[in-house]
């Protein structure tokens, strides 16, 4: 059992920056997966980032690469979502989820934090 609770956001203007971090509480969490996922109202779920275990592969999502940096630090039980150059069409509910394995498809993901919402301003 993983469970996961997100804190860090709130209303920043466009080109700023957040650092939302999730907070893992279970046995496993160095041994698993963890990706930063988001959902703009009216849409689906999409993914963010996401890093191995071991923290030596992430991948991002084209819409946010070179603007996020996804990072973990196994010994704190912490997953750290770096944001910069925000933009208003990055507001939405950020989740962290954890998962054995590295997928693609976010309903492979096994566990999920509540959300926390970022909302960028224009």
């Known amino acids: 059992q993983v469970q996961l609770v997100e804190s860090g956001g709130v209303l920043v203007q466009a080109g700023g920056s957040l650092r939302p971090s999730c907070a893992a509480a279970?046995?496993?969490?160095?041994?698993?997966?963890m990706g930063w996922f988001r959902q703009a109202s009216g849409k689906e779920r999409e993914v963010v980032a996401h890093?191995?275990?071991?923290?030596?592969?992430?991948y991002y999502a084209d819409s946010v690469k070179g603007r996020f940096t996804l990072s973990r630090d196994n010994a704190k039980n912490m997953v750290y979502l770096q944001m910069n150059s925000l933009k208003p069409e990055d507001t939405a509910v950020y989740y962290c989820a954890a998962n054995k394995l590295l997928t693609m498809a976010t309903g492979g993901w096994q566990y999920w934090g509540q959300g926390t919402q970022v909302t960028v301003s224009s």
């Open positions: 890093i191995k275990w071991s923290g030596d592969y992430t």
């Open positions: 279970g046995r496993t969490f160095s041994s698993r997966a």
